[in-house]
């Protein structure tokens, strides 16, 4: 029998944050390990709990949502995060996937894109809602950068290559007929030498600076 996710909520909002928990639990197929107003205990709950999915509110009492994301970041670097926001700004957007973010969900979208979000994120995917996307492809669009060499692999550029054509981890394992684990290792490699956190960064910075087609 398949394991269910195991996902842990940050939400001030006490009424969103049982509606999502609810939502969540309807399905069967996640667990619900904890739902929190604050991120104040962060890094000891996400050490504790180790959830496979965290569902991040950026503006929260204390420590936000993009704060959280970082100080996490520095010890887990495998946990998929979602950011739930009202916020669509620059700002926000950039400062949440520079921070390792992986998804950008507006809470105007959660009852119809949740679920089909969580699912695009375990499979090495980025969502997003529709402004999001088009603020990011917007901001894509300045005077290009002359591509650096950060010494990729052919190898490490085929697979990026991939990524920033959309596909999954699991599509990209597929495609060149290699194990996920193995996918993941090279991902990991990418970031690592175009020093970026996450996918949505890292596909930013393929694009601007010329290092795919």
Same mark, same amino acid.
């Given at each position: 029998?398949?394991?269910?996710v ?6 001030d ?21 904890g739902?929190?107003?604050?991120? +104040? ?14 569902l ?10 993009i704060?959280?994301?970082?100080k996490?970041r520095?010890?887990?670097?495998q946990?998929?995060i ?8 620059? =700002?926000?957007v950039?400062d949440?996937?520079?921070?390792g ?5 507006l ?9 089909? =979000? ?14 999001i ?40 394992? =597929? ?6 684990? +193995?996918?993941? +290792? ?19 910075k393929?694009? +601007? ?5």
């Open positions: 029998m398949k394991e269910p195991r996902i842990i909520l940050f939400e909002n006490p009424i969103l944050r049982e509606s999502l928990v609810n939502l969540l639990a309807l399905t069967g197929e996640y667990h619900i390990l739902s929190y107003p604050d991120c +104040t205990e962060v890094e000891v709950l996400v050490q504790e709990v180790k959830p496979d999915v965290i991040m509110d950026i503006d929260m009492p204390g420590v936000n949502g704060e959280a994301v970082s996490i520095r010890f887990n670097q946990v998929q979602i950011m739930l926001t009202v916020f669509d700004d620059n =700002s926000h950039f949440a996937m520079y921070a973010a992986n998804g950008y969900l809470k105007k979208y959660i009852s119809d894109k949740l679920i089909y =979000s969580i699912q695009e994120v375990l499979q090495g995917g980025a969502p997003m809602s529709p402004s996307a088009r603020l990011i492809i917007s901001s894509l669009q300045q005077p290009v950068v002359a591509a650096k060499d950060y010494q990729l692999t052919n190898r490490e550029k085929e697979i990026l290559q991939l990524l920033s054509n959309g596909n999954s981890f699991k599509m990209i394992a =597929s495609e060149l007929t290699i194990s996920l684990d +193995t996918v993941r +290792t090279h991902i990991k490699h990418i970031y690592d030498k175009l020093h970026v956190r996450s996918q949505i960064e890292a596909v930013s393929a694009i +601007t600076e010329k290092l795919v087609k």
